[in-house]
């Protein structure tokens, strides 16, 4: 589960990982900058939330909410 942007920033690290995709490839071919994926891993709370949920796409995770009981 994810609660925070630090959770939130080493999922998108480790699904990059398993990869095999470097920031710089993600950057070219997102454009979004390095600069920006680099703070979006390391949890960054005031990174983009619209850039945050594409990069998670390109990466094949889905952003799902479900509603709590």
């Known amino acids: ?3 925070d942007a630090k ?7 480790q699904r990059r990982k398993e ?5 710089a490839f993600l950057s070219d071919v997102t ?7 680099s703070d979006l891993e390391n ?3 005031t990174c983009e939330l619209e850039k ?5 796409n390109m990466l094949a995770l889905d952003v799902i909410l479900v509603k709590r009981d």
């Open 43 to 45: 949890g960054k709370k």
């Open 19 to 23: 990869l095999n995709y470097t920031q």
């Open 52 to 56: 945050a949920i594409y990069i998670a």
């Open 31 to 37: 454009g979004i900058s390095i600069s920006f994926l």
């Open 1 to 3: 589960m994810i609660t």
């Open 7 to 13: 959770a939130f920033g080493e999922a998108i690290r």
